[in-house]
């Protein structure tokens, strides 16, 4: 169990475009919804934070008009790339938090490489 | 400000023998740690965690130790295996709506046969 899909798991755009990246919780009910950039040899960094319903929370320095967020349902989460550039190129992570856990584990998806011309 | 910090970025140690991966953290309100596997191109993979209420847990070859005093936390892998080689993040949570998660910077452990 807690398996979350994300979809695609590489994507290549030229610059300029949107990208939609989806994530899925499959098999369980995801309270909250995750979002990670990573740039190469580097940890992860938590970009927003999305609760099924209502409007995500973002970090300080990230765009909220670059990265859209949108959780629509307790097992979708999606993050758009608006008008991409070269220096959006990374890989995308999503996770997420079961209902009703009592432990703060979430569950991470397989990651989305983005590369932007 | 890093709250969690991994200081050492990569660790190399033969198969058979102890990998001991540390981690410290600067923030008190942190009541829940993690440690998390990850290879390139994937997604982390949960491997152990441990609550504040306590200092040790195990889990076959994993144990996590944590030292609330000194603010620092390991993790033991023994006895290593070549298979273990991939990047391992710590995280910490303050328990906070939504279990936002705080990642140390990682390090990559090579098990060498």
């Known amino acids: 169990g807690a398996v979350v899909s994300q979809h695609p798991s590489w994507v290549i755009c030229k610059s300029g475009t949107s990208v939609k990246i989806e994530c899925r919780s499959l098999?369980?009910?995801?309270?909250?919804m995750f979002w990670y950039r990573q740039f190469p040899k580097q940890s992860l960094m938590l970009m927003a934070t999305?609760?099924?319903?209502?409007?995500?929370?973002?970090e300080q320095g990230v765009e909220k008009d670059k990265f859209l967020i949108n959780h629509a349902s307790l097992t979708l989460s999606t993050l758009t790339v608006t008008s991409a550039h070269p220096e959006d190129s990374s890989f995308y992570i999503c996770?997420?938090?079961?209902?009703?856990?009592?432990?703060?584990?979430?569950?991470f998806g397989p990651g989305t490489r983005l590369t932007v011309l | 400000d890093q709250q969690v910090k991994q200081n050492s970025p990569s660790l190399s140690v033969q198969e058979g023998r102890i990998s001991i991966l540390n981690c410290d953290y600067t923030?008190?309100?942190?009541?829940?740690f993690l440690w998390y596997k990850k290879y390139p191109a994937e997604g982390p993979t949960f491997l152990i965690s441990?609550?504040?209420?306590?200092d040790k847990n195990e889990d076959g070859r994993f144990t996590v130790f944590l030292n609330k005093s000194a603010k620092h936390l390991s993790l033991h892998i023994v006895p290593s295996q070549p298979g273990d080689s991939a990047v391992y993040f710590c995280?910490?949570?303050?328990?906070?709506?939504?279990?936002?998660?705080?990642f140390g910077g990682g390090t990559r452990l090579m098990v060498k046969p």
């Open positions: 996770s997420a938090s079961r209902v009703g856990s009592i432990y703060n584990e979430q569950f």
């Open positions: 098999d369980f009910q995801a309270t909250t």
């Open positions: 999305s609760n099924e319903g209502s409007k995500a929370t973002y």
């Open positions: 923030n008190s309100m942190f009541d829940y």
């Open positions: 441990i609550s504040s209420i306590k």
């Open positions: 995280a910490a949570s303050d328990g906070s709506a939504g279990n936002m998660l705080t």
